[in-house]
């Protein structure tokens, strides 16, 4: 049912600037759009929410994004913000917003946020997923939402030779088009390669190895990374390079040299999009603190 300022909700008064700060977070399926950012070449996730919003209070707003996901990336948590001076409770946002917006885009979560809050400046990391479908014959359902590779991977040579770029680095050489920001220098907190059954690709936390590496069922393999920050094509070009380590055709010893000679050449092939997802933006606490404590 569309909710609209009229209905019987309770509205919420508004700040002293007379604008509220909306937080969304937002589940999409990427593959019917050229991105997250509005491109004169075809439809985009921001252009779909902006539109939504429109149509629903009569404002035109700029929303800002946790990332700017590329064509073909889906998005199991991405995190916008956009301020409005609508009477809509911002915790009814995403009931009302969704009548408006079409069925790939779905809003999980409204509610209101600081002033100060930015979407892309208050993050304090990101996690991304790939997914790859390693499966013998290659399941059509998973098409576009993996990356299939027949041969058996080897993940725990794939993961082994990750560990190599764990920390903070110089990252031009997993960078498409160097420069495209003013520092290619990021951290990486944490990236792990694991198998995992077909029932898990789409959640929207962080994803736990088997406590057995090779399952009953272990036809998908995950990347998943965290990062206070990633360059363009940064996570598809790591999985290509790693999918080499995976088949056999380079080595850890390889992979820390690619990283060293900061040079795209060196690095493998740019994963396809459709097997990457964003996961979650964390905002609150950093990576230390988001890390469960262990021992006594």
Do not use: E, Q, S, Y
């Given at each position: 049912m569309e909710l609209t300022p009229s209905d019987s909700a309770?509205?919420?008064p508004l700040s002293s600037s007379g604008f509220r700060n909306v937080r969304l977070t937002l589940a999409y399926d990427g593959g019917g759009f050229c991105g997250w950012q509005i491109q004169s070449n075809g439809p985009s996730v921001q252009a779909e929410v902006q539109r939504a919003i429109r149509q629903l209070t009569g404002e035109e707003v700029a929303v800002y994004s946790a990332g700017r996901t590329d064509s073909g990336?889906?998005?199991?948590?991405q995190v916008a913000n956009f301020f409005t001076g609508s009477p809509i409770p911002p915790a009814?946002?995403?009931a009302a917003l969704q009548s408006h917006l079409p069925p790939?885009?779905?809003?999980?979560?409204s509610r209101e946020v600081p002033a100060a809050f930015h979407a892309t400046f208050s993050a304090r990391w990101k996690r991304y997923r790939y997914v790859i479908d390693n499966s013998h014959i290659a399941l059509p359902f998973l098409a576009g939402y993996s990356w299939w590779m027949r041969r058996r991977l080897d993940a725990e040579a794939m993961h082994d030779a990750a560990q190599l770029l764990v920390g903070k680095h110089d990252f031009r050489s997993f960078e498409t088009?160097?420069?495209?920001k003013v520092t290619s220098v990021r951290t990486v907190f944490e990236l792990k390669v694991f198998r995992q059954p077909l029932c898990s690709p789409w959640l929207r936390a962080s994803a736990v190895p088997p406590a057995v590496a090779h399952s009953t069922d272990d036809t998908?393999?995950?990347l998943e990374i965290v990062a206070d920050g990633f360059l363009y094509?940064?996570?598809r070009s790591i999985t290509g390079t790693l999918i080499e380590v995976g088949r056999g055709n380079r080595t850890a010893t390889d992979v820390r040299r690619i990283l060293e000679s900061q040079?795209?050449?060196?690095?493998?092939?740019?994963?396809?999009?459709?097997?990457?997802y964003m996961v979650e933006v964390e905002y609150d606490r950093d990576w230390q603190e988001s890390v469960p404590k262990t021992g006594h």
């Open positions: 309770p509205t919420v990336v889906h998005a199991l948590g009814k946002f995403g790939t885009i779905v809003v999980l979560d088009d160097w420069p495209n998908l393999i995950f094509n940064m996570v040079r795209r050449a060196n690095a493998g092939m740019t994963a396809p999009a459709g097997g990457l």
